[in-house]
């Protein structure tokens, strides 16, 4: 049986994991239970599931969780220091880390120093530090399984391949609700408009990521660092149904892809089961249901955070972390209605090019660069607020 840790349990990927984990209670266990400010939600799961350890990020709801937990065996700890301290536990056989953004980097480095097995589904963790992280995993024989659907569906794809040679990875973008639109009728869309997924329901952050292609130039930073691919061997087509997850080309020019409809239980089961295919109760795709898929090339001119994300990866270095940062504040700003949504790739793009380069940076320096980013994203937004 694997004792999983699962950081962010009450988000979207780590409410899934408990579905996923209620299907096989001969298979997995809950060991940890991590939160940042939803108590309330932590509070239940941890009732219903009985980790050895639950952490609430949000220092001041301690005494509330607690409280709540105080008849009961679960040890409770706060703050981002307990967070990075559970998961090297002798009783963690696997780590979930389904953080959303920046936070999950430093649980993640301390998770893969201990020798834990990663489940990531925290593509912000290779964004920002991918030059970090895959060279300490190799180092630690620690396995960095994706839960993202594309590098899932990669990841699936590259089985049994290990000696053939990539000739390019395909990833594919649903489009979001605004596929098709010109940035004039970008200029107009609402905070409501832009957290209307047609295929996925996510957590706000990554829905908004979603609707401006951000999500996809991350999920494209992630794939160059997951499979060692250059940027010119990386291609993004939208495809509006969602059911090729993503596709392999190798050199003979065959490709593979992996299909299915677009439910995040299946990936999320396939990392924590690896390298075992278990049985799931999940809805299966039906060919007939579905008569027509279709492709069409992603438009980086007008949804320019694609852009930029490439961009920041072809420059390397500490870029794609300037650009994680400052993206994480412009979709704070957007959700508070601050700033407009073609105002967030404007950001994103002045704190590429304002932000201090380090060509090869430590550990320090990807946690001093984000730091600095967000104060001048933040200073922006303050200018540029409607």
């Not at 925290?122 to 960095?144: D, H, S, Y």
């Not at 009728?185 to 832009?194: D, E, F, H, M, S």
């Not at 908004?208 to 061997?233: H, Q, R, T």
């Not at 299909?259 to 995040?264: A, H, S």
Request: aromatic share 6%; charged share 20%.
């Amino acid at each position: 049986m694997k004792r999983i840790a699962i950081l962010g349990s009450t988000g979207s990927i780590g409410t899934q994991a408990l579905e996923v984990i209620a299907e096989h209670p001969s298979e997995f266990s809950v060991e940890v239970l991590t939160a940042q400010n939803q108590a309330d939600l932590l509070i239940t799961q941890a009732l219903a599931w009985k980790p050895a350890h639950v952490v609430i990020g949000n220092e001041a709801k301690y005494a509330e969780v607690k409280t709540a937990l105080a008849g009961t065996e679960i040890q409770v700890h706060s703050g981002a220091k307990a967070l990075e301290e559970v998961v090297t536990l002798d009783s963690v056989d696997i780590v979930l880390t389904a953080l959303v953004g920046y936070a999950g980097l430093l649980p993640t480095v301390k998770a893969i120093k201990a020798g834990k097995p990663i489940a990531l589904a925290n593509k912000e963790t290779l964004v920002v530090a991918g030059a970090l992280i895959m060279p300490l995993a190799r180092e630690m024989g620690v396995p960095i399984l994706p839960v993202d659907s594309e590098h899932s569906a990669i990841f699936q794809c590259l089985m049994g391949e290990s000696h053939n040679p990539i000739e390019k990875v395909i990833l594919t973008a649903s489009g979001g609700p605004f596929r098709g639109f010109s940035r004039e009728q970008l200029a107009q869309v609402t905070r409501a408009q832009a957290l209307k997924h047609p295929n996925w329901s996510m957590g706000a952050k990554i829905t908004i990521d979603s609707a401006s292609l951000m999500n996809k130039g991350l999920e494209v930073i992630e794939a160059a660092w997951l499979f060692d691919v250059k940027p010119s061997e990386i291609e993004v087509v939208v495809h509006p149904q969602s059911i090729v997850h993503s596709l392999v080309q190798f050199e003979d020019g065959s490709i593979k892809a992996q299909l299915g409809l677009p439910d995040m239980k299946l990936p999320i089961q396939f990392a924590l089961g690896y390298p075992n295919r278990m049985k799931a109760s999940f809805p299966r795709f039906d060919f007939r249901q579905y008569p027509s898929l279709t492709f069409e090339q992603a438009d980086t001119q007008t949804f320019r955070n694609l852009g930029l994300a490439f961009q920041a990866l072809e420059k390397g270095g500490n870029q794609a972390c300037l650009l994680n940062a400052a993206n994480e504040v412009a979709v704070a700003a957007f959700l508070e209605d601050q700033i407009g949504f073609l105002a967030m790739s404007d950001l994103n793009e002045y704190c590429m090019n304002q932000g201090t380069f380090i060509a090869n940076p430590t550990l320090e320096d990807y946690i001093e660069s984000d730091k600095l980013s967000r104060i001048m994203a933040q200073e922006w937004v303050d200018k540029n607020r409607k």
